[in-house]
């Protein structure tokens, strides 16, 4: 039997709490792939980075125990997560063409950035959930990128569903030159914050 609920789509994730040992059922918030988000995940224009990231992750946990009830299933405790690419105070978030993706790139290469993942973890149900909050805050420095490398990554469509444009875990491992955090938080669902807030909620992390 699962332990808890995982509000999130993301593979990576989903691999990241095999690798501890979590016990999971993945709650999707929506049936129907076309109907709206349930949560906007717009930035609001006097939003800071880490307000926003911390906001956009309490409302995927909040929703998604909300889902819970309105379908009537068993409660157990929901966890979602967010993370952010700040650059010179800019969030980059997920590109929405080719194009996009290799501005972002270009601009990530040769500099050091922030990359920023809140977990949120609603742990009792009831009509005024407060979750339970964890952030992880790592420095990604990238050494510089050419054009045809960025236009070969680009072309394999791996930053088309990645914050910043570029995943760690993948082929954009062969740009960064320091990792100062957490290499899971980079990924998206930092291991250490996350055991920590489950076992808060009196769930056994093996």
Same mark, same amino acid.
């Given at each position: 039997? =699962?332990?808890?609920?995982?509000?999130?789509?993301? @593979?990576?994730?989903?691999?990241?709490?095999?690798?501890?040992?979590?016990? %999971?059922?993945?709650?999707?918030?929506?049936?129907?792939?076309?109907?709206?988000?349930?949560?906007?995940?717009?930035?609001?224009?006097?939003? !800071?980075?880490?307000?926003?990231?911390?906001?956009?992750?309490?409302?995927?946990?909040?929703?998604? =125990?909300?889902?819970?009830?309105?379908?009537?299933?068993?409660?157990? @405790?929901?966890?979602?997560?967010?993370?952010? *690419?700040?650059? +010179?105070?800019?969030?980059?978030?997920? @590109?929405?063409?080719?194009?996009?993706?290799?501005?972002?790139?270009?601009?990530?290469?040769?500099?050091?950035?922030?990359?920023?993942?809140?977990?949120?973890?609603?742990?009792?149900?009831?009509?005024?959930?407060?979750?339970?909050?964890?952030? !992880?805050?790592?420095?990604v420095t990238m050494r510089s990128i050419s054009e045809e490398e960025?236009?070969?990554?680009?072309?394999?469509?791996? @930053?088309? +569903?990645?914050?910043?444009?570029?995943?760690?875990?993948?082929? =954009?491992?062969? %740009?960064?030159?320091?990792?100062?955090?957490?290499?899971?938080? *980079?990924?998206?669902?930092?291991? =250490?914050?996350?055991?920590?807030?489950?076992?808060?909620?009196?769930?056994?992390?093996?």
């Open positions: 039997m =699962a332990d808890i609920y995982l509000a999130s789509r993301s @593979p990576r994730r989903r691999e990241l709490l095999h690798q501890i040992g979590v016990r %999971f059922e993945t709650l999707l918030l929506r049936h129907e792939p076309r109907r709206p988000a349930d949560v906007d995940e717009s930035q609001q224009p006097s939003e !800071s980075a880490h307000v926003y990231v911390e906001r956009i992750a309490r409302e995927k946990a909040i929703c998604g =125990a909300r889902v819970l009830v309105a379908r009537s299933q068993v409660f157990r @405790p929901v966890l979602a997560a967010d993370t952010v *690419v700040v650059l +010179d105070g800019k969030v980059l978030g997920k @590109p929405d063409s080719r194009a996009q993706a290799a501005q972002f790139l270009q601009r990530l290469g040769g500099r050091t950035h922030e990359v920023r993942t809140v977990v949120a973890l609603v742990a009792t149900p009831g009509p005024n959930v407060d979750p339970l909050m964890a952030t !992880s805050v790592s420095q960025v236009e070969r990554y680009c072309a394999s469509n791996e @930053p088309m +569903d990645k914050a910043g444009a570029y995943a760690i875990q993948g082929r =954009a491992a062969i %740009f960064v030159e320091r990792l100062e955090g957490s290499y899971s938080g *980079v990924v998206g669902l930092p291991l =250490a914050e996350t055991a920590s807030l489950l076992v808060r909620a009196g769930i056994r992390v093996p």
